[in-house]
């Protein structure tokens, strides 16, 4: 059976905001880049899916983290896959700081795309390198949510440009936490406080879309959605600072 | 004397473009966070400076690459400083591939920014750590060239935001890079040709500034510039396709 598998990283000065702490996007980045990095080295990888035109897709992910590490401080991110039922795979994160403290927790949900068809794969049809991958420890937190709307005009517009598209000419998923996180209020980013993010990706956005980000503060909860042209949401986020 | 300093990289997926080779942004993020690297291991990076509230500065840089490696290639940065006047510091990259071929070549100039009376710091009050650093190899091409302002109306704009501002609150060297790439015909980056990049730092952005982005075809050259909210020029920038 496989065990988790654990990258080392070292916050840079270019990934620190004002704080000197690491951004959530810097941190989310990374996340993100070790999923690709893990799923290639076990050989289910965006590269080896395209050669039957499959792509991964993130669907859900949500973060937890207690604290941003500061400049220059070593930490390390371990992943593995808990689970997969016939639509999702789960993808889980763990971040340990130098002196083996957790920080951050992070569960990721994945479907697999039939890029001719537009169409979910069945994930059963790749089990056999995805079973051998699979590890036997549960998911460090509560599985991603459905975020609520926001019921709430726009407060930011953005033409998608060359520089916000992945390989797929589709908005990268940095940049939707990017425009989710321009949003706030910039002080809260001052504060060390501890923070859910649930994140929904509903629609793909494209080259020349413009896209239009609202956000409502409800409850407990900082409810924030970027729309497209047609005001239909393709990204939904729920920041919970506790 | 010191020597040049060598840094491996492989190119990830979330570098590249649609043309799965990576991207400008990219490759100018990796070779500007080598500076950082390279300046803190050496006892002058940003922090060290920091102390005094001195900080270094881009004045001018300018890339030239005869081409993008694509995703997953392995490729590796290296970095020198060549010399250094009474303003400007010149830092020097190298980009070469597997097979030791030089793929890109990169001249930046740095100028020492007292933070306190917002004045340059006269670069022979730091001769002792510099002298140190200085390698006897010429830049391997010509240096940054001053780039003329194109005469026309902008074609972009943005409201500078949470992510893209630096731990110093101004906006990061990369998202200005961004946003000349983000004007350009998109079809630029299908091709594959050697290009000559200049860009110059002019002024500093801050958050809540709204910059425009103005493109003009002049000649061999698409000269960009990036304005702030009263029409003076912040960043400047000249492509040259070859």
């Not at 070292?10 to 810097?26: G, W």
């Not at 949500?62 to 390390?76: H, L, V």
């Amino acid at each position: 059976m496989a065990t988790k598998t654990a990258y080392p990283f070292r916050v840079e000065p270019q990934e620190v905001d004002f704080s000197l702490r690491i951004t959530l996007a810097a941190l989310g980045g990374n996340i993100l880049n070790i999923a690709g990095i893990d799923a290639h080295s076990k050989g289910f990888g965006v590269d080896a899916l395209n050669k039957d035109n499959f792509s991964w897709v993130l669907s859900r992910i949500a973060f937890e983290f207690d604290r941003r590490p500061a400049e220059y401080a070593d930490y390390e991110i371990s992943t593995w896959i808990s689970d997969y039922g016939r639509m999702l795979s789960t993808r889980n994160f763990e971040l340990t700081d130098r002196s083996g403290v957790r920080f951050g927790r992070v569960v990721s949900q994945w479907c697999m795309l039939d890029l001719t068809k537009r169409t979910a794969v069945d994930l059963r049809a790749v089990a056999e390198s995805h079973n051998e991958a699979i590890v036997d420890v549960p998911s460090p937190a509560e599985k991603p949510c459905k975020v609520p709307a926001p019921a709430t005009e726009p407060v930011l517009t953005h033409r998608v440009a060359y520089t916000d598209i992945d390989f797929n000419r589709h908005v990268n998923t940095m940049r939707y936490i990017e425009l989710m996180l321009d949003v706030l209020p910039i002080e809260r980013f001052a504060e060390e406080r501890p923070l859910r993010l649930d994140i929904n990706f509903l629609k793909e956005a494209r080259y020349g879309d413009t896209l239009s980000v609202a956000i409502e503060e409800r409850a407990a909860q900082t409810l924030v959605e970027i729309r497209n042209d047609g005001g239909a949401a393709v990204c939904r986020g729920a920041f919970e600072w506790r």
